[in-house]
């Protein structure tokens, strides 16, 4: 039982290019979540999904697109990268609104 | 609007010393509370919760909804307990979660 699983760990891209975060979870959990985590702001929701099919805006949702491909997987793409997309960006699911499983984390720069 | 605020940016203590990271909100409903807690290059998760009025790791949270507050105390602080404090929000009706901006706790031997 893997939990939450987010690739890649880490990645450096250059100002208008694209990447996929690829996350899933085992935990046979309906809601998953895309935030990021940036110095003296917390955790900001970016998009999340309630269920398989179903995918809605959080704080912070432009500059990315989600995909909820099914059940275990929900993936967030940057279309065109920018330096203030610069972040960790940690994916998380649940079964119920009482505890988030949060993933290890991706830490991406764009330059 | 629905938010939830933590003061204070970092906390430095000595061990052995009382702790109390402060957290308020502001919230039209029932809030439901929780601290998630972030050690160093290991995941965020889940502390406590006020519903279920535990006390993990030796830390315990008081929902105080006069003052709107759901302070993280500690009596005695541990070397171990040093990571990132988050503070979360239940919003009714959806999984979702609003956090705080975080505390970064620091303990001193």
């Known amino acids: 039982n893997a939990g939450v699983t987010q690739t890649p760990k880490f990645q450096v891209l250059k100002t208008g290019q694209s990447m996929t975060l690829q996350c899933a979870q085992d935990?046979?959990?309906?809601?998953m979540y895309w935030y990021r985590q940036d110095p003296g702001m917390g955790l900001r929701l970016i998009y999340y999904?309630?269920?398989?099919?179903?995918?809605d805006k959080g704080e912070v949702p432009n500059g990315y697109n989600v995909s909820r491909l099914n059940k275990r997987e929900f993936s967030l793409r940057l279309e065109s990268a920018a330096p203030s997309q610069t972040s960790v960006y940690f994916c998380?699911?649940?079964?119920?609104?009482?505890?988030?499983?949060f993933g290890p984390g991706t830490r991406l720069t764009v330059t | 609007a629905q938010r939830v605020t933590q003061p204070e940016k970092l906390l430095s203590v000595f061990k052995g010393a009382p702790v109390e990271l402060k957290c308020n909100y502001s919230y039209s409903g029932s809030p439901e509370l929780f601290w998630y807690v972030q050690y160093s290059r290991q995941r965020l998760q889940l502390l406590l919760r006020?519903?279920s009025r535990e006390s993990i790791k030796g830390f315990t949270a008081d929902l105080n909804k006069g003052e709107t507050s759901f302070h993280l105390k500690k009596p005695f602080a541990q070397e171990e307990d040093s990571a990132m404090y988050y503070c979360?929000?239940?919003?009714?009706?959806?999984?979702?979660?609003?956090f705080g901006t975080g505390t970064r706790l620091q303990v001193f031997p």
């Open positions: 998380a699911s649940t079964r119920s609104s009482y505890e988030q499983y």
């Open positions: 979360a929000l239940s919003v009714w009706s959806t999984d979702k979660l609003i």
């Open positions: 935990m046979n959990h309906n809601s």
């Open positions: 006020h519903i």
């Open positions: 999904s309630a269920s398989e099919g179903t995918t």
